[in-house]
Each structure stands twice: as C-alpha cells, then as structure tokens.
C-alpha cells in the first residue's frame, strides 16, 4: 500500500469514528476506490458512478454554478461585491461571450443598470492601460473595426453612423469621422473640432435634409475646394451677421451686420447682383455680368480681365433712361499731372484686318429726335487752363474716319447757343506741328455718288456765312490763313495740286475775288470781278472777257535773250532781247514760234553791234515792211492772230 494510500484510509477511519460520534448511521467509506498514483498539478478527483476515483483535469464552471442563479440563469451578486476576472493569456482572445442558437430580437450580452435611483456612476467602463491598445473596438462578420476608440480618445468609424437622438459633444472633440455616411436627426451640440476623413480620396458630404427632403451638400474634392450644392432655388443665406474672407482689415465700408469682406479676389463666373454699395480695394475680375442698383465706389485700381470673345457690357435697353448724369458716369476731381481719367490701350492682334478700340452703336428711333454719339462738355474754371474735347496724339494713321449714310454729318462744331468771345482761339482749333515730306494736316477725299446725268452739286467744304452783325464795319471771314512768316520755304495758302486738270480751282458763284485789305477800288466791284490792290504776275496766258482796269502799272517782267537759229525764234513770254546766230554782224529773223491767239509781244535788239531783221512775208511776221533791229533801244511790238504775228508798233529809238 502506498503512502497516499495510507492517508486516504486514515482519513476514511477518523472520518467514521467522527461520524459515528455525531450519530450517523451506515455510513460507508471505505467502497470509495481511490487511485493508487498521485496525480498531476492542477488536476481533481472525478468518479466513475460506481465509488472508483480517477485524477481528471479540471473542466469550466457552468454560469449556473456561480453565484446564486435563479429560474432566468441570472447571476446576483450581493452588495458591496466586487468581482474581478483576470486572465493571462496573451496569444487568445481572453473572455468572449458567444450568442449560439437561432435567436431572434434579443442581445447577445447586455449590460444596464436596472433598479435603484443611482446618483452618479457608469453602467459600462473599458480602460486600457497600455498605451498600444485601444480601448474598444466593435467589428461586424463583413468589416473589421466598425468602430474604433483609440488611446488618445480618438473615434473612427466605417460604415453609416445614425444619430436619431441629441448629440452632445462638449468634453471631448471628435477629431476624425471616417463614417460613409453621418445621419443626424435630432438635436446636436458639437463645441469640439469635427474633420470627415475617409483616407483615400475626397472628404465625405455634409448633407442637411429638411421636411420635404430638399438637400444641401456641403463637399470637398481631393487636393480641391469645398463645394456647397443646394437646389436652384435654394442657396447660401446669411441672415445675420457679415461674411468676411480674409484676415485684414476692412476699409471705410463698417461690418454691421449683412455686410461682406474680401481680402483677395473676388471671381463670379455667373450674374452678381449688388443692392447697396460696393468698396473695392483690390483687384476685380469679372467673367460674367455685373447688375448693381446703386452706386458703386472704386477706392484702387479695378482691372477687368476679358477672355476670348468676351466682352464687357453695360446694358440700360430694359427701361427708359431718364437720368441726366448718364449710363456710365466717371466723376474725377483733382486730377494730378498727367493724370489720365480713362484709358484704353488697344493691340490689333496678327493675322486680323480690323478691330474697334471704341465701337458705338447709336440708333435713333424716335421721329424727330436728336442722338448725339460722342458729347464733350468742357468747363474750363482754371484762368491759365488749356481745355480739349479730343486730342490725337502719337503715330497714327487716322485720326477721325466717319463712314456716314445720306444726308449724314461726320463732324458738326455747334457755337450758335452762346457768343465766342475768345480772341486766341477759335470754336475749331487744329494744331499739326513738324508736319513730314507729303504729310497732310487735313486730308479731304470728296467722290461724288450722283447718277449719271443728274445735275447735282457736291461740296467738299460748306460754309455758311451769316451777318448778324449792327455794323457796317464788322467782317466775316469763311477761312482765315495766318502765317507767321518764318523759315526760308515756300508757303502757299491755298494749293491746288493733282495729275489731273480741274474745272476751277477757285469758283465764286457770287461777289467778287479780292487780294488785298489796304486800297479802294474805283469801280464799285459786283459778281464776277476780281481787285487785286498788288501786283499781279501771270507766267501763262491772260484772258479777260470783260473789262481790265488796271490802277497801277503793268508788268510783263524783265526781258529774256532769245538767239535766232536757221531763221527762227521761240516766244515763252511777253518781252525777249534778240540776238543773232553765232553773234553774227547781222542775221533774218523769219518766224516766231509759240503764243496763243491775242498773245502781245515785244522785242528789241540784244546788242547794238549787231543787227536784226525782221522780215515781212518771208515766214509768218506780217509788216509794214522790213525793220531792223540795230540798237538796243529799238523795238517791235506784235500781236498773234493763231496764225501769223502781226505788226502793232515799230521804235526806231536809237541813234
């Protein structure tokens, strides 16, 4: 027998004599078999049900066996309990509660405070004290970590989160929601920081859905913007309070509630509607329309950047426009040197033929209307002040082209509503300085377009002239040419030029043609007469159809040589000294050529040592005869007839 053999009967005796003493009867002890051998660590007693015992290891507790289990297997532990389990394990899962079974609506666990009116406390607490643990996960059969609270008290959730109740969120913040979706359909109060976040790509939505299902979506694409997406009738309203981009500082505008403020730029790509005031202290780019019912005050530069075939408009066509200020008003006040009020630099770009810098449309559609394109009004208060409707300056090809209609008018100059009493200028003034070679201060193309045999007049230039004036002594002048005389060039004040003859140069249907402000002319002049108070020189042909009163002399100009060859001379003015050929003691002269019909010529001798005979009949001179030019104080006056020079006076002066 072995030693525990020996214990295990010696424990059986003193058993029976203690039984026996305390008055049990058949008690039996000894048809208990116990196992001859020790058995191992950890291991327990387990009967066969027949009095033979076997070392057996040691099998899990049914919850039945803990506590106090009642009819509904619940286990009620008693007050000021404290149960703890522990495990230490660390390669398993430690304690998991399995629901096994075809269950319908229950829990698999559940844990709540039922009874009793708690004052404070916690009906479920999960610590970690590892920092590289999280404290609680929830994973479903399809994706693990539905829910995740991490050590630092971070909560990330995939899948759909639905808050049906109110949220509070005050303590703690909710730095990252990693939820597809977040429904929220109570009252929720979030104080903490709140970021949507799925890892990957764009942010989750932000959708607010009211009564009737109509949504607003707050979005923000990858590496894009944040995106608001409302129904077309819906929008963004603040109703109180300002928008404010930026942190500066705003200007004069005061932010007092339904006001906006934009450090940067400002771009619309659709219509804007502005209802009060607007301050722009930046860049404005505008790629859409602009529609403002009020005044619009610029405080810096504006710079309008227009695409490819875009524009910018101003259209008032809707209404009538009664206002008086005008459509676009641009009021400056205190322009400093060089100032410019509005400037347009214009570049055609390659390859296109025509562009309009300015383009204006004017339609008149009202019977007797006037509708003026282009209105300068120039107040001129400064005394030493110089005052310009239009200035064109730099190179330029043109500087005014009018294409008109019938009847039209390019430029009307209008001074008839008050006296123009300035003495240095005038209504027009045009100034051209260091004109160039073939250059052109005023070039006037005048092409007539009247039918063929219709009797029409076309004016280049139309003045009309009218003397209202009290006194005998005032004058009008149509035009006026001042020169001041300088330089060593010609000047002509009207010049007549061309490859092509003309009908008249200068064509008085009424008066009388005048050179000459100083003398009186004897002969009171009428329609068609000419006074000239000077000299009057003419290098061709004269011809006067009516009477030629002359108060001065008349001079033909200081005589020319003419040298006889074969015979023969050639007339190109009124007086010649003629000479014989190779200065001959004597030499015939013969014929005259050149001269018009009624041309008058006069001839003397070109040198007293030789002499010249001008023969009758032997070319075309008809005399009186034979007459010899032998002085130089002789002379023979003639006169053309078309055809021959006739004899009108002979001078034998000289001795």
Not at 18 to 30: E, I, K, Q, R
Not at 109 to 136: I, K, Y
């Amino acid at each position: 027998m072995t030693t525990r053999t020996r214990v295990i009967a010696m424990f059986a005796a003193i058993m029976l004599v203690a039984a026996t003493a305390l008055g049990f009867s058949n008690v039996n002890f000894f048809p208990v078999k116990f196992p001859e051998t020790d058995g191992s660590n950890g291991q327990v007693l387990q009967t066969d049900g027949s009095g033979t015992l076997s070392w057996a290891s040691g099998t899990a507790t049914a919850w039945d066996d803990i506590g106090n289990p009642d009819a509904d297997k619940t286990i009620t532990f008693g007050d000021n309990e404290i149960t703890t389990l522990s495990f230490a394990d660390t390669n398993e899962d430690m304690l998991t509660v399995s629901g096994i079974g075809a269950f319908g609506d229950v829990s698999v666990m559940r844990v709540q405070s039922a009874t009793g009116n708690p004052t404070n406390g916690t009906v479920l607490e999960v610590v970690s004290h590892d920092a590289n643990v999280d404290p609680l996960v929830v994973s479903s059969s399809g994706q693990a970590g539905v829910l995740v609270v991490s050590q630092d008290g971070s909560v990330d959730i995939t899948g759909d989160l639905d808050i049906s109740g109110t949220a509070t969120l005050g303590t703690w913040a909710v730095t990252t929601l990693n939820a597809t979706t977040l429904n929220v359909s109570g009252a929720s109060a979030l104080t903490g920081n709140v970021t949507l976040d799925d890892g990957t790509g764009a942010s989750p939505s932000l959708t607010f859905t009211d009564g009737s299902d109509e949504t607003a979506v707050l979005s923000k694409t990858d590496s894009g913007r944040l995106g608001v997406t409302t129904l077309a009738a819906d929008g963004l309203d603040v109703l109180t309070g300002n928008i404010r981009i930026g942190n500066g500082t705003p200007g004069t505008a005061s932010m007092d509630g339904e006001d906006a403020y934009i450090e940067g730029e400002l771009e619309v790509d659709g219509s804007i509607q502005l209802d009060g005031a607007v301050t722009m202290a930046s860049t404005l780019s505008v790629a859409g329309a602009i529609t403002t019912t009020n005044t619009v005050a610029l405080s810096e530069n504006v710079t309008f950047t227009v695409a490819a075939d875009e524009y910018f408009k101003i259209d008032a066509n809707s209404t009538a426009n009664t206002g008086t200020a005008g459509v676009l008003d641009i009021d400056i006040q205190s322009a400093t040197n060089t100032h410019k009020g509005v400037t347009l630099t214009y570049q055609l770009e390659d390859g296109a033929t025509q562009a309009y810098g300015i383009y204006s449309d004017v339609d008149d559609d009202t019977s007797g209307a006037e509708v003026i394109d282009l209105y300068h009004a120039v107040n001129s208060a400064g005394t030493n002040a110089t005052t310009r409707g239009l200035v064109v300056a730099n190179t330029i090809d043109d500087g005014y082209v009018a294409t008109l209609g019938a009847a039209a008018q390019a430029i009307v100059v209008d001074a008839t509503t008050t006296l123009s009493t300035s003495t240095a200028g005038a209504v027009m003034d045009a100034a051209f300085r260091s004109l160039t070679t073939n250059s052109q201060a005023i070039n006037l193309d005048v092409e007539s377009d009247v039918a063929g045999g219709a009797s029409e007049i076309v004016e280049g230039i139309h003045i009309q002239m009218d003397d209202d004036a009290n006194t005998s002594t005032d004058e009008i002048h149509g035009i006026e040419i001042d020169t001041d005389g300088n330089g060593t060039g010609l000047q002509h004040a009207v010049y007549v030029g061309g490859t092509a003859g003309i009908d008249a140069a200068l064509y008085a249907a009424n008066g009388y043609v005048r050179v000459g402000t100083g003398a009186t002319p004897d002969v009171t002049p009428g329609d068609d007469d000419v006074f000239i108070e000077g000299t009057i020189e003419v290098d061709g042909a004269s011809r006067f159809d009516g009477d030629a009163v002359f108060n001065a002399t008349v001079n033909t100009a200081a005589d020319s040589e003419l040298t006889i060859s074969s015979g023969a001379i050639t007339a190109t003015k009124s007086f010649h000294n003629v000479d014989t050929e190779s200065d001959g003691a004597s030499d015939d002269l013969d014929t005259i050529n050149g001269g018009s019909d009624g041309d008058v010529l006069v001839l003397i001798a070109n040198n007293t040592g030789r002499t010249v005979v001008c023969k009758d009949g032997t070319g075309n001179l008809n005399l009186s005869g034979d007459f010899s030019l032998d002085n130089t104080e002789d002379s023979i006056t003639l006169i053309f007839d078309g055809s021959n020079w006739l004899e009108m006076a002979t001078a034998d002066n000289g001795s």
